[in-house]
């Protein structure tokens, strides 16, 4: 599959939040670099991860701003657009509340492509981006 066609499925997917759909798209064996310094495994943890980053924001989408492909690597600049509508688990163990605030998290994905899965990838985005958005900075 080519480096526009797989974007487009990942983002197709991510965008109707089919965690299942997700995880069968990367790689068992694919290593996934999230900021923090976390390193996930496979399809499993990787759509664990996209879960549980989004459930705070059940409108959560994905827009893709600009794509780069070559070879059998992807690059995306992309935005998370999200309404606050559930509670969000913040640092130091503090939970807030539901703010209704819309949300545009800026990010870079860089992802490889291994036949018809994604393998490994690399995500970059501020952590605390979210935070200030919701008025907590």
Not at 10 to 22: G, M
Not at 76 to 99: F, K, M, W
Not at 113 to 118: N, P, S, T
Request: include cysteine.
């Amino acid at each position: 599959m080519n480096g526009h066609d797989m974007l487009r499925k990942v983002v197709a997917i991510y965008n109707r939040h089919d965690w299942d759909a997700l995880a069968r798209l990367w790689a068992e064996d694919a290593e996934c670099r999230v900021p923090g310094g976390k390193v996930l495994r496979g399809g499993r943890e990787w759509a664990s991860y996209s879960r549980e980053t989004i459930l705070p924001f059940s409108d959560a989408r994905v827009l893709v701003h600009q794509a780069i492909v070559e070879g059998n690597a992807v690059v995306q600049e992309s935005s998370l657009i999200a309404t606050h509508d559930g509670p969000l688990q913040a640092p130091y163990g503090r939970v807030v509340e539901p703010t209704g605030r819309r949300l545009v998290i800026p990010y870079v994905e860089i992802f490889r492509i291994e036949g018809d899965l994604v393998g490994d990838t690399h995500l970059y985005f501020d952590p605390a981006e979210p935070m200030r958005q919701i008025g907590l900075s």
